[in-house]
């Protein structure tokens, strides 16, 4: 055996979401990052590959050569794995170059610009038999899988709502507009049709799903722009209906001043009720109608495997974004080394977000959006893309 | 001067908030309690009265008999106001009475049966100009207070969104359904059109409009009966509209297992953010872009006179539910008594929820009702009765 | 049956705790004040005695007066009981004529002066056959009578440790030390040999010793006046042994700046632990080694009677100081009646911190002060007056 | 510039810490891990290190043969410094064969057996002029940083009390005993004289002087075994006295069952307080006599250049124990870099545990010891070492 080798796509001097890849990707001394196109700019990405200490023969001019110069190398050095980390509309054509020269994927969410896009690499994903992985941080904290967990169990009993909420407040001025991270998210080229369904409400309906085992089946939908000159939607509410009855909300919010990525979800049933907050997050509670609440901490008492796979220290020690985000890595690690060397594969590392949730994610920005343009109340959630103008 | 005279109708054995009104009445000694008809059962009411230390002949059979005896009592004897705590149904001929025997009246939420009688409820308050005060309790609070002061200061720049959610989990199942407190609520010949919405969504969307001084325009509602059998509303999500244009959601639900009386609102401004819970009404926590969060306690540094006015100790005595009550009763006999004795208004004594609110409530309630009947996505906040079945 | 009837000493105009008394004893409908000697200036005495709609024949120049006035009155007119609220030195004196006059006492902690009149007070109460009260407010809270329930029933098993705090910050400065709150507390001559531990360590340590069961055997104490000039302590810790071997520790202070009344305390066995917080007065948590943590509610699922008993409101509504400080009048009224009119003592009745209480409280404060001034680590705890100089 | 390469000793199979250790030297790509003695078993040390990728030529047996091999290697190959994560009796002899053939040092704490071992090794480590860190861990976070600052800047005003805390519970029963994180600790021939002092005791008395800028003159202390048949200490309280006049508490505990790693600590000062918890350790609250408490989270507003160096990722993501850890390596590495390549060295570098804190961090440990013997009350804090028999 031996690390798997990772190469990235993006995420060059200044971008936040490029150092979380590269530092949850090798935090578990399994993957380890040996080439990059970390930037537009030939000459920034080898500066940058360079202060990383990679070998300046593998630090690319751009995506294209990195994958074609890659699967040429031998199979005792080239990559295994291309972690995409740009701007929305460069994950197709990155993943489907990838896909076709057999490299598996890590791809940041949402995972392409359109539906129709993430259709189309489904259909990739499958005829060049790689692995897709769609980083879902929020799916990787251990008290999520632990209420993952617990409702699987029916210790919830029906699922009869569920309200998830993720507020921002970093775009409630135009101060921020300008700034790396904002800018691309904005303007429909790099982004898509949505801002902040695409970079927020995505996540939202995702751990709704996620944790609940349910689907999302209609939806009403009133998406905003708060601050004048936005072509793109800076918030907005999402009534929701599951494909078992349940009723939920979903709101997101980069305008909602004050907050700080304040995602919570809360799942209610006929016998328990769950919360989990990310600003919290190794712990879970979880209240019933007749006794008292119970607050699990992370490590403590007896928690679910899927729970302790993805936790690295004991209990009282937090664990925060960065190991969650290196979670998803890990588990997609350990898929793909019980491939590799067939090995036996650890039920936890099937429990990877991939194509099926990037699918899911493209659907709901697309329905949401066409709902919200709606003058009708409620919108079948449909799988295929739609016509929004 | 001398304590305002207080009777009661309805709040016999068993009525939890008959209780909370006779303490809340009489908490600050500027009101006592000397007449009562406070069951349909004379021989109950009788008895219940001498429980209180009553006079017995003020402990009457029905209210029809105490309005009319009372108003033939001389000054120096007879009640000031009337007290009606009674299921929805009655509210309406009970208040009629009293306005027009020139008795000021108290009345729990929601105000009526319908929107109509609260129309012509303001009608007759008007025509007999006596004063009306309604129970919205959670505007009693000192945090709140201060709260709205904060937003009308302008503290919070322009008001961009409001989030009120209202979670109970009482009626999750149906084995409360046969209790005292739940029987009417459920029965739409004692409590109207809704069930949640009348209950505690009036409540919410009372608070948002109170705090934020902003008015709804618009609604878009979907309202649900998670149990079984039910013909009224258990659960509901409201999207809202303000008159400046701010976005809104309002949450209320009675099956919210494992949650309790949960009032949360949070008022996103352009400046700033506030957040206020009833759990931990002593505390109002601001927010703001680029400063460290502040956490207001009651009682500590420079507060409102409007706050200040509904303390009782100073800072760092936790005050709750009974005395947010009796901040409502107090703002009102100061009301009344600054008229009878022609004595200076105080500011505080005008901040009592009145017939106003108690008509815009009715509206609420109907306005959410047909809005969630309609397949059309927005529906327009009307203050005139609408055709709902 | 009819209402008790109460005079009070003390808590004339801008005295907080006389208005938290009389707000107290008259919030359950038992007890009703009929008297007072409200100041030591007779004309302000009077006068405010008018302003709370008194008789004006009762509203007395002196406590000796009304004493002895009311003791000629009849049986259907005299107050029953006396609620003292003065400064520490004249507790004493009037309990004692009041108890020489058949009526019974609430009264403020600290109970008396000093320790050697507290026995002397013990002895005249057990002489005169009246009964005796004292506010330790904090034992009054529901949440708190669950604590005692839970370690009462073994379900902490066997209490190791034990950490109290009260904390408050403000006499942190010069600034306050004349408020009319502040002057008396640090004048010896009014206040006794202590302030800190005089005015909230003693609250703390009958705390610990209320849930725990448990007494006080060993101290080791550090007094503290942290603002020059004082003469007595501002703060202090005390290290404490109890009588079943567990050990403990006592922070009292006056100067933690930021703080208010942040009383808490933790209790830990070998089986379970829990932990109260005064500032979340309705949720008592209990820990254990190897399942997720309780959080009880008030009023949520199986409580214990004697919880229960001190509830006014269904869960979801929270209850304060002024609630638990009526938990004191309520339990001692029920005590008072049910022999009055030889009813069944209800349990809770006999819940009431009394002369044991006072007295244990008074040697607490002579122990703390005494082993401060030693050289010695470890005093023993003694119940006879000790010499202090 | 390369990555600085790092060998260690222990933290084999099992122990929790030496993982830690790995993670957190690697964590930001400037150090890796190259070398180690990670078993006393020689077979455990070898395959272990090659399940973590290592060369096997570089799996040593023992450490011995590791620091005399790797010095012997050339410079652009061997090891630059060396983590030790061992139980506390092997920190001296690892330590000092290592600065001898020298090498750079990470020590966990407490730095050595006792205080003479770690005067001496100061000697060593300055004759043989290599860096030496120590981890305190808790130092590591950003708003442990941002406390410092602080009160360094003034904002504070004088400090009154400092408050500070570390209950654990997993020690609170027999069970754990024979657990690999337990049977040494408690074993005095490879702990030292302290169990819970010298375990998380000094954890506690460090970040007390470590924010407060104070150094500890006097204390008296109260250690205690709760568990039978224990011959060191699970639980202790150390009243301090700082060399301002600051009065202090520390409570250390490993049987307060229910808690993990809940550090606190509370400073007071004339003008303001401040409040860090470790299990929320992403927020740091400043309170004021009479302004709102400010809530500082990591990453909003104005943070001070120091907090921002030991921050990983924006506002709104939680960083935790292993960013904490990775910290005190990430400022060392800097340290050693600045040095190494003669560049500038960043303020934060410099902000690493080193040995003056190893050496008071062992004098607290004994001075605890001996207090706790003692019969006076007060001792004076020493730095030379003391007979405890």
Redesign the interface.
């Known amino acids: 055996m031996?690390?798997l080798r990772l190469g990235m796509v993006g995420g060059g001097p200044g971008a936040?979401i490029g150092?979380?890849h590269?530092?949850a990707a090798?935090?578990?001394?399994e993957i380890e990052l040996v080439c990059g196109a970390f930037s537009s700019d030939p000459q920034k990405s080898m500066n940058f590959g360079r202060s990383?200490?990679l070998d300046p023969e593998r630090c690319y001019a751009d995506y294209h050569s990195m994958i074609l110069q890659e699967a040429k190398l031998g199979p005792e050095q080239r990559m295994d794995l291309v972690a995409i980390v740009t701007p929305n509309h460069l994950h197709f054509p990155i993943a489907k170059l990838a896909a076709e020269h057999g490299f598996h994927i890590v791809c940041d969410k949402p995972a392409t610009l359109d539906l129709a896009e993430a259709l189309e690499l489904q259909h990739i994903i499958a005829k060049n038999d790689v692995r897709f992985a769609l980083t879902h941080t929020y799916n990787g904290y251990p008290m999520v899988k632990e209420a993952k967990h617990r409702v699987a169990t029916g210790e919830l009993g029906r699922i009869?709502?569920i309200?998830v909420?993720y507020p921002?407040?970093w775009l409630?001025?135009k101060?921020n507009e300008n700034s790396k991270q904002a800018e691309w998210r904005m303007d429909p080229a790099r982004s898509g049709i949505s801002c902040c369904m695409a970079d927020i409400g995505v996540h939202a309906a995702n751990l709704a799903e996620y944790i609940s085992g349910l689907e999302i089946t209609q939806l009403?939908a009133?998406l905003?722009s708060?601050v004048d000159g936005r072509s793109l939607d800076d918030?907005g509410?999402v009534?929701l209906r599951f494909n078992n009855g349940a009723?939920g909300?979903l709101?997101a919010?980069q305008?909602?001043?004050?907050?700080?990525?304040?995602l919570k979800i809360?799942i209610?049933?006929?016998?328990?009720?769950l919360e989990w907050q990310?600003?919290?997050?190794?712990e879970l509670?979880?209240?019933?109608?007749?006794?008292?609440?119970?607050?699990?901490?992370a490590?403590?008492?007896?928690m679910s495997p899927l729970s302790q796979a993805n936790m690295?220290?004991?209990?009282?020690?937090?664990?925060?974004?960065?190991?969650a985000f290196a979670n998803i890595y890990r588990q997609f690690s350990q898929q793909l080394r019980a491939e590799l060397w067939q090995s036996e594969m650890p039920l936890a590392a099937l429990d990877v977000p991939g194509i099926e949730q990037a699918v899911r994610g493209m659907a709901f920005i697309e329905n949401t959006v066409a709902a919200s343009a709606?003058?009708?109340?409620?919108h079948d959630f449909k799988l295929s893309p739609m016509d929004i103008s």
């Open positions: 031996r690390k936040f150092e979380v590269r530092i090798q935090l578990d001394n990383l200490y009869v709502k309200v909420e921002q407040g409630s001025s101060d009403c009133d905003n708060c918030d509410t009534l009723r909300v709101l919010s305008v909602s001043l004050g907050e700080q990525n304040n809360r209610y049933g006929d016998k328990a009720s990310h600003l919290n997050a190794n509670r979880i209240s019933f109608a007749d006794q008292p609440s119970q607050l699990l901490q490590g403590v008492g007896t690295r220290t004991p209990a009282g020690h937090p664990e925060g974004f960065l190991e709606s003058t009708q109340k409620w």
